[in-house]
């Protein structure tokens, strides 16, 4: 199962054509970015619905700090209802409410209450919670209601957007532990690595366009071996580089300060990203699908061209060739 995510930085009609553009290349599931100030992802995935025919929709990741559980279930249902069955549900701990004044309060018991809240109200049941993060008295979702498949973007909580076979297996080992303890097996939940994606013909640019993102996550990270770079002045010099950059990484009008381009080789791009040609990609994909995985979750990054949409539209129309080959 090969999963795609848009960052609605665009009008709606371009998110639209985005989404039937990864529909007919071969994306199994589409996710939408649910991002403070960005265009509402739960509006754009009501319009995927209609222009779309057989892709899962759902937000990449949506949260129970900006969104209460109860809300969450009432828009799951419409969207489950809209697609004819399609909508899955991405829920994590959020990003960028800090800039709300709000915080990440017990981060794993927010999500478990949640997630156990929305299940319920979805099957139709009544639910009576007042638990340590959520409340709700004696609620009953009214209308059509359906469950829906559920991801947990766990990136925020466990790690970052690499990964090599000590951390794949210290992922099953955590997995394993808490499926054991709930009375279920490893082989019913599906682990899917995330992995930025920019694809272009042009594999120099796919690569220089996500320098940006790889500063920003190895600073973030700090790996042993970067923090010893140079005696520690390859890092010192990559933060005063990100702290004179502008604008979220992902934002197409962001300001990357000239010196990240030095200081990021194309060998760290490719450890922390899949960015290059389609045959490129294609052969990285392959490299973290040899770790175990048979699906993958794909943040769609754009090669930097005129607007974030035909950035975008290069990296899927580029994915066919890297799906096909994928799926040889």
Request: proline share 4%; charged share 25%; glycine share 10%.
């Amino acid at each position: 199962m090969f999963e795609a995510e848009i960052t609605p930085g665009m009008s709606t009609a371009e998110v639209v054509a985005l989404g039937r553009l990864a529909e007919e290349v071969g994306f199994d599931r589409l996710g939408v970015s649910d991002v403070v100030f960005w265009p509402d992802c739960f509006v754009l995935l009501g319009l995927l619905a209609q222009s779309t025919s057989h892709i899962g929709l759902g937000p990449m990741v949506t949260n129970p700090y900006s969104r209460h559980p109860a809300v969450l279930a009432g828009v799951m249902a419409a969207l489950q209802d809209a697609s004819d069955g399609r909508a899955f549900l991405g829920i994590g701990v959020g990003a960028g409410l800090e800039q709300l004044g709000m915080r990440y309060e017990r981060p794993v018991l927010a999500l478990r209450e949640a997630i156990g809240a929305i299940t319920a109200l979805l099957r139709g049941e009544e639910v009576r919670l007042h638990g340590e993060t959520i409340t709700i008295s004696a609620g009953r979702m009214v209308g059509p209601v359906r469950p829906v498949p559920i991801s947990i973007g766990s990136r925020s909580l466990v790690g970052a957007r690499h990964i090599d076979a000590r951390i794949a297996s210290e992922y099953r080992m955590w997995l394993a532990d808490g499926a054991a303890r709930a009375g279920r097996s490893l082989d019913e939940i599906d682990i899917a690595p995330r992995l930025t994606l920019c694809i272009s013909r042009d594999g120099d640019l796919a690569r220089r366009s996500l320098k940006r993102y790889v500063a920003h996550y190895a600073a973030i990270i700090r790996p042993d071996d970067l923090l010893e770079r140079e005696g520690g002045r390859w890092i010192a010099e990559v933060e005063a580089a990100l702290s004179r950059s502008t604008g979220w990484y992902f934002d197409h009008e962001r300001l990357d300060d000239p010196d990240l381009d030095r200081l990021v080789d194309d060998d760290l791009v490719r450890r922390f990203a899949i960015a290059g040609t389609p045959n490129e990609c294609a052969e990285l994909t392959r490299e973290v699908m040899s770790l175990g995985f048979t699906s993958a979750s794909m943040n769609l990054a754009a090669p930097r061209r005129g607007s974030m949409y035909e950035g975008l539209r290069e990296t899927l129309e580029n994915s066919a060739e890297l799906l096909s080959l994928l799926r040889r």
